[in-house]
Every structure is written in C-alpha cells, then in structure tokens.
C-alpha cells in the first residue's frame, strides 16, 4: 500500500517555527489533492490543505500562521509553521488523494485515501 513519508517534527518553544515535511509517491502530485492533519483527543483535525487546483485553505486555528506548499520535482508536501502555540502541540499527518475534492471537504479527513505515519509537534511555553 502507497505510503506517505512525514519528517520535520520535534519540540520547540512557544513562538518558534518549524517545517513539516511530506514525501509522496513518484506520481505527479499536481493532479492529486492533499492535506495536513492533526490528531486532537477527538478527532483528526485538517488543519491545511492544497488542491489538485492549487487553491489552499486553513483552518482558523491555524490561518495566517501556517503556510502549505508542494514541489512537483521533488514529489514533496511542506507545511512550514510560525508562531507556534502549545496548543499546537500533537501528531501531525499528511494525506492526499488522486483528483479533486470540492472546497468545502479539503480540511475533512474522509476526502483522502493515502496517509503517513504521522509526526510529532510538541510546543512548550
């Protein structure tokens, strides 16, 4: 089964940045749609995504700090994170799916059909 790779996590202080990153199949990630995920006591929250369009939405939690891209040469989903919060602190997941998934279902965990291993963002004040 295809697998997504994450790197990038670990523990950095309130108010620092760091860069996730996601490596993905050698398949052409500019017709695939693909996401950001973070694992809340309940739920798998999507907290970024980026289209097969390449319109890119956010969650508010995270909206004007983080920031999603992807390399097409390097077949790589990035997702570089500023200011960050204790809050932020969790199991970060990165996911795509072939084609596309309408707007208002970018940040919903069921859109998508490949997953990574997750990586873990601890965030202390």
């Known amino acids: 089964q295809v697998q997504l790779v994450e790197s990038g996590g670990g523990s950095v202080q309130e108010g620092r940045s760091m860069r996730l990153n996601c490596v993905l199949p050698p398949f052409t990630t500019n017709t695939y749609s693909m996401a950001w995920f973070r694992q809340a006591p309940r739920e798998r929250e999507g907290i970024a995504s980026i289209g097969s369009d390449g319109v890119s939405d956010y969650s508010n939690s995270v909206k004007g700090r983080f920031t999603v891209s992807h390399d097409n040469a390097k077949n790589t989903l990035s997702l570089q994170m500023n200011s960050l919060k204790p809050e932020d602190t969790g199991m970060y997941y990165c996911?795509?799916?072939?084609?596309?998934?309408?707007?208002?279902?970018?940040?919903?965990?069921?859109?998508?059909?490949?997953w990574g291993q997750g990586t873990q963002v601890t965030v202390s004040s």
């Open positions: 996911a795509a799916r072939s084609g596309y998934v309408f707007t208002y279902n970018r940040l919903s965990a069921f859109s998508y059909d490949l």
